[in-house]
T-cell receptor, first 114, second 112 residues
């Protein structure tokens, strides 16, 4: 298994601002993902973070709103831009060795937008 | 469309009792099914993983079953403890995609 940390663990932000979430893994991993979990809902995949290239976004998520960086095999950031109260959620980073491997999740970042 | 349905949505039991959580899926082609435990304020942690040929898998007091014919899985918790209070999420992976399908989870509360 992998040890994953996320920063910040929680934040309260004002409408119109942005929040950048960091995900750090203790070992090199092929696949990194960013998920959103809204209250009472299942996890929804935002995008797959690709090392050295643009992230692959799922339907309903766009790069302008959720820019992602992945400079190496152990680190990624997700920015949630132009925040609105609807962005209040838990954001989770996950990693996997390959596409068939179990995904290991970080502790999550709880975002509240006022 | 791939879907994973879990029941019940929430469950309250007394410490020491057993319980069973259900998961029905329509994911095709089926690759594997995982149960995750998510404590409040934490990320999900994998409990079990089962492939098509496996019909039962245990992890301590947790036992998962899989019926690939009826596309159903269950997670049985024996002798529940207060620390079992969490959300239990069923996740099904398809052979055609690396993106799994997540259920909404069952919220379990264990009372002393």
């Amino acid at each position: 298994s992998a040890v994953i940390s996320q920063k910040p663990s929680r934040d309260i932000c004002q409408r119109g601002t942005s929040l950048t979430i960091q995900c750090q893994v203790d070992s090199q991993v092929t696949m990194m993902f960013w998920y959103r979990q809204q209250p009472g809902q299942s996890l929804t995949l935002i995008a797959t973070a690709n090392q050295g290239s643009e992230a692959t976004y799922e339907s309903g998520f766009v790069i302008d709103k959720f820019p992602i960086s992945r400079p190496n095999l152990t680190f990624s950031t997700l920015t949630v831009s132009n925040l609105s109260p609807e962005d209040s959620s838990i954001y989770l980073c996950s990693v996997a060795r390959d596409s068939t491997d179990t995904q290991y999740f970080g502790p999550g970042t709880r975002l509240t937008v006022l | 469309k791939n879907q994973v349905e879990q029941s019940p949505q929430s469950l309250i039991i007394l410490e020491g009792k057993n319980c069973t959580l259900q998961c029905n899926y329509t994911v095709s082609p089926f690759s594997n099914l995982r149960w995750y435990k998510q404590d409040t304020g934490r990320g999900p942690v994998s409990l079990t993983i089962m492939t098509f040929s496996e019909n039962t898998k245990s992890n301590g007091r947790y036992t998962a079953t899989l019926d690939a014919d009826t596309k159903q899985s269950s997670l049985h918790i024996t002798a529940s403890q207060l620390s079992d209070s969490a959300s239990y999420i069923c996740v099904v992976s398809s052979g055609g995609s690396y993106i799994p399908t997540f259920g909404r989870g069952t919220s379990l509360i264990v009372h002393p």
